[in-house]
């Protein structure tokens, strides 16, 4: 017959070597996460933009071939090389979330927050276009001819 005392040591026992390596794994998580770096280029690589832990752009370079382009070409390519990397943060997340802490609801948690902040990048979709201005008498259907038959 076991002891009563010694089955709730050895459960008080494992919950705590269990509580030690779940913090380890985490302590795990937090560091290599610090350590993200992630560049991505526009421009035809005019451009780049790197962003580092949380997805926060941590640099910016540019080269010669910018002199080519416009301030507000310039200005996008910046915006596009950061929405890209950003939009890398959270498959790298959830790859150092799956080899440190695995498939936990806390992990999950952690890589569906990165998701919804940087959403995936369309590729190459061109700005939707301005309004059209509307002559007097224009029902916007671009043709002559009447609705009501």
Known sequence: MTDPLSNVQRLVDDWERNAQEKAARYESMRQEVERISLTRSAAGGAVSVTVGPNGI???????????????EQIAAAVMEAMRQAQAAYPAELARIVGETVGDTESGRHIVATAEQ??????????????????REGDDGDFSDDSYLG
């Open 57 to 71: 752009p941590s640099d910016v370079s540019m080269t010669e071939a910018v002199s080519r382009l416009r301030p």
């Open 117 to 134: 902040h940087f959403p995936q990048v369309e590729p190459d979709t061109p700005p939707p276009a301005p309004p059209r201005r509307r």
